[in-house]
């Protein structure tokens, strides 16, 4: 299937990996595409390094299995570059974005000979500055749009709003605030 | 027509719980089904149903209440997983020795041990004996789909027997995916009003689950077989039907590119859908490939699936659990059997895959097609117990 796109995402447990990757299926769903959003589990505690996929496609995918030559990976958490090979399969013509104030370039002997493009976006420090707490899942979603081009950027942005609407109802600086971040991220993401 | 939405298979499924509005269902958690039961609790919270939900302490007391309440003549039905439903073993065999049409989704999870939270079919596979009807779903559309009909194919009046739903846990019933929905009123419609021959609230004075002596318990276990061969017929009607009203019509297994098929895989649930997207990578390159995605499992579809391989050449049947018995796995051993009468049988092998959550990639059905074109060239079945993606051998 010519027109799909891979997406494998590294985090640690508690860090909300798996809930971006399911707003993710949710925005491109809403635009019209087949999606899987889906997480691998094993032991799972906080902490602990936990992989989520994205599979978005113009017709339904019958694959069943994990990712293993994804278009892009998502660093939630830069310490899992030492613990984890987050660019196993990477596609040379991919892109890796890693969760970080550093410049892509910085992260490069760490990535195990993977010549394709590298991004960083500060994710941690705009979720502390817009949502009051280090969860840095949706500004790195931000960037993953930004990067990837899966969904236009308007459109995921109305999506977004819509989505923490109905999540968060009686909470609306929930909503502001995550707006913020991600608005923020679209912009601030290093390596373009 | 439809609803369009994305949805795990967990998610859809209890939808479509909601949507039945089943009278009772009396349920335990266990991972991975423990999603299905938070959801429906919530409904039963939001007053979204109007079922008694019964929070027992284990599965062994959900299956008896879900056969007290089945007994008493409502619809009944629950939800669990690996060893939640090894707890219900011996009320597996009460529900449909009593002929009490309740249903049941399990979310597939390998059985200890050494403990294992992640998917294969140990569970229901070892359930297979038990009288319980079982249809499996390769993904959340079908998990959805195979639960609204499941209803009309227990209570039917030739059946009366308990129907099983099974999907594969984490694969399915944790990934959101697409989904088409039927609309409330239309699920409603489908599956209609339970209205039992026979049953304890029917005003006429009846007794469920007595002492079955030697004068009468044979029949009744002839009757009870019966009716699993019956179920078959009143199987395909409930497709049928179910298939005029959304478009999506099912049979006892889906033949995907059989038609010139040499070499052909057998496999159910969702490894079902990597073994279809293989299949079309191999035909792009000319190879004559096709796969057997089997959806009824008991009745087992003896004489359609002989037909089916009656053409091929060689044949993967392919198990996601063991029966340890040395010569196969459970859905091995039965296809094998039903190519038995043919005048032209395939060669049959069996592939042990999957367990407690190995993942199964493209590249293992690659190398069991590539196992099949062997046998073809070499005219020879060879090993017939194998295993793939299981490392040392």
Redesign the interface.
């Known amino acids: 299937m010519s027109n799909m796109v891979e997406i494998r995402w590294h985090g640690r447990g508690g860090q909300g990996a798996k809930t971006a990757s399911l707003l993710l299926a949710d925005a491109a769903f809403s635009i019209g595409k087949y999606v899987q959003g889906f997480p691998e589990y094993g032991p799972e505690r906080m902490g602990a390094p936990i992989t989520a996929f994205n599979r978005i496609s113009d017709e339904r995918s019958s694959l069943h299995s994990n990712i293993y030559e994804p278009d892009y990976v998502v660093v939630v958490d830069p310490t899992l570059l030492s613990a984890v090979s987050v660019t196993s399969g990477l596609k040379k013509d991919g892109a890796v974005i890693i969760n970080s104030n550093k410049d892509p370039e910085e992260f490069r002997p760490l990535l195990e000979g993977f010549e394709g493009k590298v991004y960083t976006i500060d994710a941690g420090v705009i979720a502390e500055q817009e949502i009051g707490r280090n969860i840095p899942n949706t500004p790195m979603l931000g960037a993953v749009v930004k990067i990837s081009g899966v969904i236009p950027e308007d459109k995921f942005l109305e999506d977004m709003e819509q989505s923490l609407k109905d999540t968060f109802a009686s909470k609306p600086h929930v909503i502001e605030g995550n707006m913020k971040a991600i608005k923020r991220s679209l912009q601030e993401v290093k390596g373009l | 027509m439809g609803i369009r939405e994305?949805l795990s298979g967990n998610e859809a499924v209890a939808t479509a719980l909601r949507q039945i509005n089943p009278d009772v269902i009396a349920a335990y958690p266990i991972t991975?089904s423990t999603e299905v039961v938070h959801y429906f609790s919530q409904y039963v919270a939001d007053g979204k149903v109007d079922t008694e939900f019964v929070a027992v302490e284990s599965e062994h007391s959900a299956m008896s209440a879900c056969i007290g309440a089945a007994a008493a003549g409502v619809r009944t039905a629950t939800v669990t997983s690996a060893c939640g439903l090894a707890l219900m073993w011996e009320l597996l065999y009460v529900a449909s020795g009593t002929r009490l049409p309740l249903t049941l989704l399990v979310i597939n999870r390998a059985l200890s041990g050494p403990i294992n939270?992640?998917n294969d079919h140990s569970d229901s596979m070892g359930a297979r004996d038990s009288g319980w009807i079982q249809i499996y779903s390769?993904?959340n559309q079908e998990a959805y789909d195979n639960y609204i009909m499941s209803l009309r194919i227990g209570e039917h009046k030739n059946v009366r027997l308990p129907v099983m739903v099974c999907q594969?846990g984490?694969?399915?019933s944790?990934?959101?995916?697409?989904i088409e929905l039927l609309e409330d009123d239309k699920v409603k419609q489908f599956v209609g009003t339970y209205d039992p021959e026979w049953s304890m609230l029917s005003g006429k004075p009846t007794s469920v689950g007595p002492y079955d002596t030697p004068m009468f318990y044979f029949e009744h276990q002839y009757q009870r077989a019966r009716a699993m061969v019956d179920a078959k017929n009143v199987i395909l009607d409930v497709f049928k039907e179910y298939g005029a009203l959304t478009g999506r019509e099912y049979g006892l297994f889906e033949e995907y590119k059989m038609e010139d098929a040499e070499r052909a895989i057998v496999v159910l649930n969702?490894?079902?859908?990597?073994a279809?997207?293989t299949c079309d990578r191999l035909r792009e390159k000319g190879e004559k490939v096709g796969v057997i995605k089997l959806r009824v499992f008991r009745p087992f579809p003896l004489e359609e699936l002989a037909k089916a391989l009656s053409h091929v050449k060689a044949v993967a049947v392919m198990d996601k659990a063991d029966s340890f018995s040395g010569i196969g796995g459970p859905v091995f051993t039965d296809v094998r059997h039903a190519c038995y009468e043919l005048e032209k049988r395939p060669h049959i092998i069996n592939y042990i895959y999957g367990l407690g959550?190995r993942?199964?990639?493209?590249e293992d059905f690659q190398l069991v097609y590539a196992a099949l074109d062997e046998v073809i060239k070499s005219g020879k079945t060879g090993e017939i117990y194998r295993h793939v993606g299981v490392r040392g051998v």
């Open positions: 994305r991975p939270i992640n390769e993904n594969d984490f694969i399915t944790h990934a959101v995916e697409n969702s490894s079902a859908g990597t279809k997207y959550g993942d199964v990639r493209e």
